[in-house]
């Protein structure tokens, strides 16, 4: 079996297509370890869509969404002639749009629902908003306050990814903690999108802001209407044979 290897902003992939849908969550485990990624992407055909995906973290688990995912498997689906430049795929989360220009790909993001509104715990104020997948967002002044123990126990309580956030000259910073990889990751395309949202609503940036997470490279994000976009870098790292 073939299959392809990507990189968006510090995630990382191992993609490939086939006509066969079933559970591939044990091959998940093994592939994800094999090339050391964060997930496997698994492209699948749709009557309705240009695909489907099924979408598992490296420990098995499966998700509903994944925003660098879904601009990785982008970049696949129209390098391997399954997608034209622009696309509509299913997700769990639901439908998908995406646009590749070369090596930048941009996702239309599902419509974002709040919930929970703002509450306290563990000293910060936390807010909960589902991206695709839920996520707790909390707003600092110092990325340092990011802590692991703290991070793990939200997470738990509200079976929810966690994000530290921070704006510094309309910049945002974010950090995340991963369900499915429980500990830090290097980036995390819905947890940025949620944290942009949150600082967008307390007036901290404007419609449209770059956004950094934990790789450090940039991406940008952006409000129309009810719509949030997602876009950045994409890389091909390599081929590889299971």
Known sequence: MQYS?????????????????????QLAIELCKKEEVDGL???????????????????????TMCGNGSRAV?????SNKIAGTFMKFLTGAGEINCTVE??????????????QASFEEEGFT??????????????????????????ARLRKKYNANVNFAKVEDQKLY??????????ETLAC?????????????LGLVGSSAKVYPKSNEELTIRKGD????????????????F
Request: aromatic residues 16%; glycine residues 8%; contains cysteine.
């Open 126 to 151: 936390c807010w909960i908003v589902n991206t695709g997948v839920p996520h707790v967002v909390i707003i600092t002044d110092d990325l340092n306050q990011f802590d692991l123990g703290v991070c």
């Open 41 to 63: 992407i698994v492209v699948v055909p749709h009557i309705v869509y240009d695909f489907e995906w099924l979408f598992y973290n490296n420990d098995g688990s499966t998700a």
């Open 174 to 183: 974010v950090r995340t903690f991963e369900r499915g990889v429980e500990g």
């Open 5 to 25: 290897k990507y990189d968006a902003s510090g995630n990382t992939f191992v993609i490939f297509h086939t006509n066969e849908r079933k559970d591939y969550s």
């Open 74 to 78: 982008a970049h696949y689906a129209y």
């Open 189 to 201: 395309g819905t947890g940025m999108v949620a944290s942009f949202l949150r600082a967008f609503n």
């Open 102 to 115: 070369g090596d930048i790909v941009e996702t239309q993001m599902t419509k974002p629902f709040e919930v």
């Open 226 to 241: 009810d719509t949030l976009y997602f876009k950045g870098a994409v890389k091909f790292v390599s081929i590889g044979e």
